[in-house]
Structures are given as C-alpha cells and as structure tokens.
C-alpha cells in the first residue's frame, strides 16, 4: 500500500507540530491490562511520531507527556510513568543521535528526581548538535504554570531594572516562555477521542489548527500522523483576514 506520506506537498508542511499523546491507560483496560502496560506501549508510539515527523521534514515537535496535573495520579502510576519516561530516553538517545533528533525538555525541571534529572541533561546535551527534528517533551508541564513562572521572571527582570514595563510585549512575554525561540505550533494533535487542550501551550496555540482522533496513543502510527498533515494542508488559515485577502 502507498503511505500518505507521497501526498504530503512538501511546500507547505507546518513547521511545528504539537501532540497531546493521550489513551494510553484506555488502550490497556480494553486488553484486560495495567495502564502501565499501556505507557510502556505508547513509547513504542512515541519512537514512530519522531520517525514520520522526521521523514515529513518537520522542525519542531513537541510531546506532551506529562503534565502538571498528572502529578495528582496514584503514586505509583506517577513513579512507573517518569521512570519510564527516563528510562526510555537513555535508552534511544543513541538512536537520536543516529537519526540527527535534537532532544529538548519543557516544564518545571525541579520536580523531578535529581537522578531524573541528570539523566535527561545527558540525553538532552548529547543531542545538542543534532540539525534534525528537534523534539521538546513537555514534562511536569502546563501552560498555566508556565505563564505563571514566565510573569514572575517579568516582574523580578522589572524590578531590577532589566527590561523596562513600558517594553513589555507580546514577543516579550513568548521570550520568557519554555518554547522561546520556536515558532508557534502550527498544528495540535491530540489523541484518545477526548476533544480539549489540557492546559497544554495556551498562548502558543492561538492560531494553531487542532485535529483530534479517537485513536488511543499505543495504536499511533505513521500514516495517522501523515493524515494529519494531509488534513492540515486542506485547510485555509486566515489569521483573521478575509478568504480574498489571503488570496492574494
Ligand atoms: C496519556 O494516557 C499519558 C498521560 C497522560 C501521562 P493516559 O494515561 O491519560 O490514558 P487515558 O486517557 O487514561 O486512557
Ligand atoms: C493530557 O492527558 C496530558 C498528557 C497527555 C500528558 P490527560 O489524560 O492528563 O488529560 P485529561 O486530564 O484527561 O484532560
Ligand atoms: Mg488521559
């Protein structure tokens, strides 16, 4: 069978592509299993998302894979989920490098373990000189306390005299943000059936187009991702201007 990936225009792919990675716990109740059964399958998922990405020539993709609510699950799903989200990336950094993935990491840092810690350092240093895809992974993440955190910086560069108030604007405040320097994402896609944003990228999305599927993050694959892309393209964004002016 021909993948979608021939039918991708390669003019006019979006530059970032944001993912709300989600159903992996449903994936595993409809086959009778633990929902870490259903995490450890959609790193399977993740490991495609990055491959189709990279072969669509994608700049930025960002995952989200843990939030800051997610902190509020069983502890021993929370402890399972990070463990084995730390464990994963040490074991495909080297892959990574092999294929040019630059890693980042978004959300607060702090806490997480301090092996957990260090351990994505590594993974995100040794990347550092890969050109390809560059992946950030939203973890501890959420848009909420990022705009938090990103007004508190403001206010303490205010105070000491760094920026002035009067200076402060739109492009200043997305500087402050863990996504400065990355163009907005000009595609979300979330998975599971769910159809909301989870505290994910608030600001970032403004004019992003969504696209939602009902399937579970474990059974994600290459062609779902191209199809997105497909969808993606058929669709005309106005930024608020009229159908005629963009047009023209
Ligand atoms: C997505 O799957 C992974 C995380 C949110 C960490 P879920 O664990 O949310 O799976 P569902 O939504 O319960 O099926
Ligand atoms: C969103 O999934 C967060 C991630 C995918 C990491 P959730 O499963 O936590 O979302 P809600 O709580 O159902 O909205
Ligand atoms: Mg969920």
Request: aromatic share 8%; charged share 25%.
């Amino acid at each position: 069978m021909k993948s979608q990936l021939e039918l991708i225009d390669s003019s006019k792919v979006p530059e970032h592509v944001a993912v709300i990675m989600d159903g992996n716990g449903r994936w595993a109740k409809a086959r009778g299993l633990e929902r870490t059964r259903g995490h450890v399958a959609g790193v399977e998922a993740v490991r495609r998302v990055i491959e189709a990405a990279s072969k669509a020539g994608i700049g930025y993709l960002t995952l989200y894979a843990f939030s800051t609510e997610n902190w509020n699950r069983p502890k021993e799903e929370v402890d399972a989920l990070l463990n084995l989200i730390v464990v994963a990336l040490e074991r495909e950094t080297p892959g990574m490098i092999a294929n040019n993935v630059r890693l980042g990491v978004i959300g607060d840092f702090a806490r997480l373990s301090p092996e957990s810690q260090a351990s994505l350092l590594r993974s995100i240093e040794s990347t550092s000189a890969c050109s390809g895809v560059r992946v950030n992974l939203a973890l501890s993440y959420s848009s909420r306390w990022e705009l938090a955190e990103a007004a508190r910086k403001m206010a303490s560069d205010a105070v000491s005299g760094r920026i002035e108030v009067s200076d402060i604007s739109e492009d200043m405040l997305s500087s402050y943000l863990t996504t400065a320097g990355m163009p907005d994402p000009d595609l979300l896609i979330r998975t599971g059936g769910d159809e909301r944003v989870s505290n994910f990228l608030l600001w970032q999305i403004a004019y992003s187009e969504l696209y939602f599927t009902d399937k579970y993050w474990p059974d994600f694959d290459e062609e779902t991702f191209y199809a997105a892309i497909i969808d993606y393209q058929s669709r005309e964004r106005r930024f608020g201007k009229t159908s005629e002016q963009v047009a023209n």
